[in-house]
């Protein structure tokens, strides 16, 4: 028999989306629990709500680029990427061998470093704090071969319609390749952490298990799919940019657990390493990447373009609808992250409230700040706030069977 | 699509293994926006269908979850307004 229900509403960043936009963004996960079993979640939303989208349709077509890299600070290459591939299908413009490569490049490196920061949260979450530490350590290097690449460490700004923002020197494009050479060992070398670690396995095998029909049915995306045995990947079946040429290998896995889709990222970010190399070696020299915006006409013809991407986080699709002026009449953003947050609450049933952290960090949600839980004790109507890590570690006053109270 | 009164739904679906995507095209009159909702047959609309419902005022008959304030501020939901619709 239910004779307490304990409420915990679970204060996290995450960038959900465009409606929610960018990277500080709370979201609210009400966990209903039995005991330690959590009986139900909801999630609430609305904490953030730029209006981005409001915003696209009263900006030009080209300040828009900007605007639509500021929906995710991590992310923010594949976001003006897909919206740039999206103005140059309406333009009828094609990018030259060259820029479409380092196109990819840059997408590619902000997976590697987009896959290491939550497996690093992950081992936070779950209280080993040394591999955080480790893992943050080798992501700085990725961080700097982005800043090579693109200039800028975090926001790129690197997409332009037609072609890229800067090209790439020999030399650059050599330390490059050294950086990436040194992080693909490391890569190596957490993936095997994450494999034969006791503790790691312990806090993620069959933790959070997602049948693959749900996955489906649920619309989810991403490493989070492909943790469940769902081969999904814009990058193989849209065959954007040079996709079509380096033929990336897709990872799948069939357990559907925590630990699953934390390895699914661990080998994306390998496979990301090795495209990565293989870009700089095969690197065309056709054109010069940069075009000039002079040329580009300031009103865009009437039409509509749907274009997909694979985001670190899973698939992420734009709709931009011209109306023939100067500013879009309508552009929607799906992103993975929507989905998968939003999607997955049937997802914590049945686990313990220790596990709810591991679940949701497992989503790749990109917990960034200090989380906190809110635990209501409706007998007396106390609520205490206390540190989400606390809660996931099991430990002391709250952890284990501290706070059942009956 | 204000000039025709209408609200356009388009429904993105991709199918698997292949990952085609096949869109459905639908109109709405402005002034009676319902439609059924898709939510028993694709449980992954749930989050579409109630963030279209919070901006642009679309009534999915039969989902039960649908709510204003879903991403809009209070004030908003107070006022009225559906932030996405033009005209």
Redesign the interface.
């Known amino acids: 028999m239910v004779d307490k229900v304990i409420e915990i509403p679970v204060s996290v960043e995450i960038p959900v989306g465009p ?2 936009p960018a990277l500080h963004e709370p979201v609210l996960l009400k966990a209903y629990a039995d005991g330690e079993v959590v009986v139900k979640v909801e999630v609430n ?2 904490y953030n ?1 730029r ?1 981005i ?2 915003l696209l349709e009263v900006n030009s077509f080209y300040k828009d680029i900007f605007i639509v890299g500021r929906v995710c600070g991590i992310c923010n290459t594949v976001h003006t990427n897909v919206y740039v591939r999206a103005l140059e299908q309406i333009l009828g413009v094609e990018p030259c061998r060259r820029a479409r490569y380092l196109r990819v490049l840059a997408m590619e490196l902000e997976r590697i470093h987009s896959h290491m920061l939550i497996n690093a949260v992950m081992a936070e979450v779950i209280g080993f704090d040394t591999l955080f530490m480790n893992i943050m350590l080798d992501r700085e290097k990725v961080m700097k071969a982005k800043e090579l690449l693109t200039g800028g460490r975090v926001m790129a700004d690197y997409m332009m319609v037609g072609g890229v923002r800067r090209d790439l020197s020999d030399e650059d494009a050599g330390r490059l390749a050294r950086i990436i050479s040194s992080v693909r060992e490391r890569l190596e070398y957490y993936k095997k952490v994450f494999e034969e670690d006791i503790t790691i396995g312990k806090r993620l095998v069959n933790v959070g298990v997602l049948k693959r029909r749900d996955a ?5 995306l991403g490493p989070v799919a492909r943790g469940s045995g ?5 990058r ?3 065959k954007y940019d040079a996709y079509d040429e380096l033929k990336p290998e897709v990872v799948v896995r069939d357990e559907g657990d925590s630990w699953a889709r934390m390895m699914v990222r661990w080998g994306e970010a390998l496979i990301s390493a090795d495209l990565s190399l293989r870009v700089l070696q095969s690197l065309p020299r056709d054109c010069n990447p940069v075009p000039d915006e002079k040329k580009l006409p300031r009103k865009l013809p009437a039409g509509e373009a ?1 274009t ?1 991407v694979e985001a670190p986080r899973g ?1 992420l ?1 734009y ?1 931009v609808m011209s109306d023939g002026g100067v500013n879009p009449y309508r552009v929607k953003i ?1 992103t993975p992250s ?2 998968n947050i ?2 997955s609450a049937f997802l914590y049933e049945g686990y313990t409230i220790a596990d709810l952290p591991v679940i949701l960090a497992s989503l790749d949600p990109c917990i960034s700040c200090m989380e906190r839980a809110l635990v209501t004790d409706l007998k007396t109507g106390s609520r205490k706030v206390i540190p989400f890590t606390e809660l996931s570690r099991g430990g002391g006053k709250w952890g284990s069977r501290g706070y059942y109270l009956q | 699509m204000k000039d025709k009164g209408v609200i356009r739904l ?1 429904y ?1 679906t ?1 199918l ?4 085609e ?1 096949i ?1 459905f095209r639908t109109t709405i009159p402005r002034e009676n926006p319902v439609i059924d909702s898709i939510i028993d047959i ?7 269908e ?2 279209i419902h919070d ?1 642009l005022g679309v009534i999915f008959k039969g989902n039960e979850f649908l709510k204003r ?5 209070s004030d908003i939901v107070e006022s009225g307004v559906y ?2 619709r033009r005209g």
Do not use: M
Request: hydrophobic share 40%; charged share 20%.
């Open positions: 409606q929610h939303t609305g709500h209006g989208e409001k489906v049915s649920h619309s989810l769902v081969r999904i990947d814009a193989v079946s849209d749907y997909r698939e699709t709709f799906r929507f989905t939003i999607n | 388009d993105f991709v698997l293994p292949e990952e995507t869109v694709v449980p992954g609309a749930y989050s579409a109630l963030e901006l304030g879903f991403f809009a501020p932030p996405l």
